[in-house]
């Protein structure tokens, strides 16, 4: 019996950094007892993270592929696996199951294109992946541009990655704001998709969305009042999700299951399943 | 083809049974057939079907899936799988026969389901063709003809004499085993079985059903129409379709503290639960009626869509004799349908 492959056992992965990125969210680093990365992923693509006694639930890796020793996943306190990443220490052991679902096309559609990086909230989670891996491969991708918002400045995900390493690059241009006046800001303040049209971006990019339903929605009408086309913008979803193969049933959506066939869509695609998700 | 008479079917039950684990329909006190181990003295039930679907054999109601021992920090992860042992189920109906077919196509898609895999490949099904057709039935709708079922052996029962025919290698070997108790026969008697089943099928309430409005590409037609609203309206969300259903396979997996240890265990689970979708971001399907419709579009659209157009349905009639509010997929398939249909 043992002979048999079951993707549902999973491996066991240890938590080796813990870093407070906001008031509810910490971004988790995990390797294998070894000390190796679990397994090799592409950018956009999930795993499955379990405590047993708790639950299992599925996470989009935040780090790189290009990231050859570990892999982050950036977590918002939600719920009860969530309730509990929040308390454990480094050393602590979990679970680890994927990679799941089908990554961005960054070696293909996206590959020679100006990328517009557009997220709101823990929404960047998933897009970092993208980021790094695109700033890793510079000289495959035109001019990147990185809208970012989030409630406060303390909500900001990734805020010193974004300062010391993304603005610092060439021929990237970080676009932060933030919902409402804070002391000691002297950035952007406005919801992200008002500030995505004051920004009036040309339409020779391809747009990466990923955020709160009411943030894509907005900004969708933002991006198609400037001239993008559906095929243009690509996004990534969230269902809820048990097996993460297609199988389970939760994350079917039309004839899509959103842990294989997505969750990374372009907006062309979308079109064509039913408003479910 | 082989037979055997009527008395000597417990005969030929005790030899499969020296070999096999093996189930059969068996009335429980109620009268109501459900699959049971056969020993000597059990008697198979003269009912149609049984009230619960065979899925259970392959696909049972909870399984465990892993263990983990924790300490500390630390966790085991412990693979409590184990090779099945080989078994025989007796008496599937046509249908239900269909409907391992679509599990099939769910859980041997790459990557396998090794719990399902391990029990199919250790399955052995003989099927029994029909003779009293019910008023629920509608098997014909997605081409199944239930004088002719699939399975590893296909059996005929006469008033006097039971017919064998192997299908597959598994069934020509276990037919092998009962030489002594069968013996080779021409097909007449069946065929006139047939003929007169097939009569009766023409003349049942659902004789005219057909899916012909359903099928792959349709999900932008029929989604959005008007009658979902009345036909989901008075739905319970009891989920009790869904677990009589041979063909649904959603499934939860939980965690279970048994005090020594955790234990991870899979179990049936339905769409028509609002939990079913729940997460902490946002709810997709927010009435009955989504629940409701994601549950027919699935077996009518979107399963064929991905599936070479075959349908998540084999009417069997479960469905339309147990839900408490009459409603069913027949129902769905008429209103939707249009009028046609009727």
Excluded at chain 2, 75 to 102: L, P
Excluded at chain 2, 122 to 142: D, K, L, Y
Excluded at chain 2, 226 to 252: K, M, N, R, V
């Amino acid at each position: 019996m043992n002979n048999r492959q079951e993707t549902l056992i999973p491996k066991i992965g240890v938590i080796t950094d813990v870093r407070i990125d906001t008031p509810d969210i910490k971004t988790f680093r995990v390797v294998t007892p070894d000390g190796v990365k679990p397994f090799e992923h592409r950018p956009g693509q999930c795993a499955m993270l379990s405590v047993p006694g708790v639950g299992e639930a599925m996470f989009s890796i935040t780090s790189s592929p290009t990231n050859t020793e570990y892999m982050e996943f950036s977590i918002k306190k939600c719920g009860c696996v969530t309730d509990w990443l929040h308390q454990a220490e480094p050393g602590q052991q979990i679970t680890i199951r994927g990679p799941y679902g089908k990554p961005f096309p960054v070696d293909d559609e996206f590959a020679g294109k100006n990328l517009l990086f557009i997220a709101g909230g823990v929404g960047l989670a998933p897009l970092r992946s993208v980021i790094n891996y695109c700033l890793h491969y510079r000289d495959h991708y035109g001019k990147i541009d990185i809208v970012y918002g989030s409630r406060s400045k303390d909500d900001l995900l990734d805020y010193k990655e974004i300062i010391d390493d993304w603005s610092n690059s060439n021929d990237v241009h970080v676009h932060l704001t933030i919902d409402r006046e804070q002391e000691g800001w002297d950035g952007h303040v406005g919801f992200v998709p008002n500030y995505v049209k004051e920004l009036g971006f040309d339409t020779d990019k391809t747009a990466i969305l990923c955020g709160p339903p009411i943030m894509i929605k907005f900004t969708l009408d933002g991006l198609y009042s400037l001239g993008f086309e559906k095929t243009q913008i690509y996004t990534t979803l969230e269902m809820r999700m048990k097996c993460g193969i297609g199988k389970c049933g939760r994350c079917n959506v039309g004839s899509k299951y959103i842990c294989k066939d997505g969750p990374v869509f372009r907006f062309d695609e979308l079109d064509e399943l039913p408003d479910e998700y | 083809m082989r037979k055997c008479s009527l008395e000597k079917l417990d005969s030929v039950f005790a030899e499969i049974a020296n070999s096999f684990k093996l189930y059969l329909p068996v009335d429980d006190k109620d009268g109501k057939a459900k699959y049971s181990e056969w020993a000597e003295g059990v008697k198979w039930s003269n009912a149609l079907n049984t009230v619960r679907s065979p899925k259970d054999f392959f696909f049972p109601q909870t399984e465990d899936l892993m263990g983990f021992k924790c300490s500390g920090k630390n966790i085991e992860i412990i693979d409590t799988r184990n090779e099945s042992e080989d078994f025989v189920v007796f008496g599937v109906r046509a249908c239900d026969v269909k409907s391992f077919d679509i599990l099939d196509r769910v859980f041997l898609k790459d990557p396998v389901d090794s719990y399902y895999s391990n029990r199919r490949d250790h399955g052995i099904i003989i099927s029994v063709a029909c003779t009293r057709p019910a008023e629920t039935c509608f098997c014909h709708t997605f081409g199944i003809d239930p004088t002719e079922p699939a399975g590893d052996i296909s059996v005929w029962k006469t008033d006097s004499e039971v017919f064998w025919q192997s299908n597959t290698e598994k069934g020509a070997a276990l037919l092998e085993k009962l030489q002594a108790l069968t013996e080779e026969c021409d097909a007449d008697a069946v065929n006139d079985q047939k003929e007169k089943v097939s009569a009766i099928m023409k003349k049942l309430p659902l004789a005219g059903l057909t899916a012909d409005k359903f099928g792959a590409g349709k999900t932008k037609e029929l989604f959005d129409a008007p009658e979902w609203d009345s036909l989901s309206e008075a739905c319970l969300g009891c989920g009790t379709c869904t677990f009589i259903c041979p063909t649904c396979q959603c499934y939860d997996i939980k965690d279970f503290n048994t005090g020594k240890g955790v234990v991870r265990f899979r179990c049936w689970d339905s769409c028509m639960y609002s939990e079913f979708t729940k997460m902490s971001a946002g709810q997709p399907r927010l009435t009955q009626k989504e629940r409701f419709r994601q549950r027919f579009m699935h077996k009518l659209v979107y399963y064929p869509e991905n599936n070479d157009g075959l349908f998540s349905c084999v009417g069997c009639g479960r469905c339309l004799a147990k839900c408490p509010i009459s409603m069913n997929i027949v129902k769905v398939m008429k209103t939707i349908g249009g009028k046609e249909n009727e």
